[in-house]
C-alpha cells in the first residue's frame, strides 16, 4: 500500500520541499502561535501535513512533544534536517499519507506517546485534500484521540477562491466551513471555537480568507 500522496499532488509536493532550503529557521504560523497559547495542558501535539515542520519545530522549541506527519517524502527529509540542526530531540517526523490504511495506524502510535491530552493540529492542510481524504482524516482522528483531545484546524475557505496566491498554481481545494463541522460532528466531535476571515495567514501579497476550528473529541463515537 502507497504511503505517500498519490502521483501528481505528490510530486508538487516534493519538487516544492525539495527545492527549499530545508535548514532555514523560518517563523512559524500564525495559527502555531494562537494553538500554542490554547493548548492547556496538552503536552503532545500531533501535526499533519507539517510541510517544512516549521510550526512542529516551533512547537519542539516551546518545550511541547511533537510527532509530525506529511505524505512528502522531501518534506520529511527536509524536516529531519531542521530537527538535527535545531538540536530538538523531544519531536519524531514520519511520511504517511492521509487516505491510506498506514495513516491511522501512524495516528494510534503517535497519541500512545502521552498519557495526558492531547492536541492534534493541521494546517493549510484539508483544502490540500480531496472531500473524501477529508472524511478519513476526520474517521482516523476520531479513532486515534481520546476523549477531551482537541483536534485544531485552519484552512482555505470557498471565500477565498479568487483571492491572490504567493505559490504557483497547485490542487486546491476551496472549503465550505459548514461542510468541516458536519464532518467533525459526524465523526464525533464537538466544535469548542470558530472563526473566519482576512488577517488571520496573511503572507505577502496572499490575505488568504481563512476559517479555524478547534474541537473536541466526545466520549461518545
Ligand atoms: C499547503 S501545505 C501546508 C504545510 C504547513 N502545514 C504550513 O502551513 O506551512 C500542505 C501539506 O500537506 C501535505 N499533504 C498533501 N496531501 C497529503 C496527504 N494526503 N497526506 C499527508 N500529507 C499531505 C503536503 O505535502 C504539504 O506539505
Redesign the pocket.
Known amino acids: 500500500m502507497l504511503q505517500?500522496?498519490?502521483n501528481d499532488?505528490?510530486e508538487y509536493?516534493?519538487h516544492?520541499?525539495a527545492s527549499r532550503d530545508a535548514l532555514k529557521l523560518s517563523a512559524p504560523?500564525q495559527?502555531a502561535a494562537f494553538a500554542a497559547q490554547e493548548a492547556g495542558d496538552a503536552h503532545l501535539i500531533i501535526?499533519?501535513?507539517?510541510?517544512?515542520g516549521?510550526?512542529s519545530l516551533f512547537f519542539a522549541r516551546h518545550g511541547f512533544d511533537v510527532f509530525a506527519?506529511?505524505?512528502?517524502e522531501a518534506?520529511i527529509a527536509g524536516c529531519e534536517q531542521s530537527r538535527v540542526a535545531q538540536g530538538l530531540e523531544r519531536i519524531s517526523f514520519a511520511c504517511?499519507?492521509?487516505?491510506?490504511d498506514a495513516?491511522g495506524q501512524t495516528l494510534i502510535e503517535a497519541r500512545g506517546r502521552s498519557g495526558g491530552p492531547a492536541l492534534a493540529y493541521?494546517?493549510?492542510?484539508l483544502?490540500?485534500?480531496?472531500d473524501e481524504?477529508e472524511l478519513c482524516?476526520f474517521r482516523d482522528m476520531a479513532a486515534a484521540l481520546r476523549p477531551g483531545d482537541r483536534l485544531a484546524v485552519?484552512y482555505r475557505t470557498i471565500r477565498d477562491a479568487n483571492g491572490a496566491k504567493v505559490?504557483q498554481p497547485h490542487?486546491?481545494r476551496f472549503v465550505e466551513p459548514a461542510q468541516v463541522v458536519a464532518n467533525a460532528v459526524r465523526s464525533g466531535f464537538v466544535e469548542e471555537y470558530g472563526v473566519e476571515g482576512y488577517g488571520y495567514a496573511k503572507y505577502l501579497n496572499d490575505d488568504a480568507y481563512v476559517a479555524r476550528a478547534v474541537f473536541r473529541k466526545t466520549a461518545t463515537p
Open positions: 505517500t500522496i498519490s499532488k505528490n509536493w516534493n516544492f520541499y504560523s495559527f501535526e499533519v501535513g507539517c510541510g517544512t516549521r510550526d506527519i506529511d505524505g512528502s518534506a504517511c499519507a492521509v487516505g491510506t495513516f493541521a494546517r493549510f492542510f483544502h490540500a485534500i480531496s481524504d482524516f485552519e505559490t490542487f486546491r
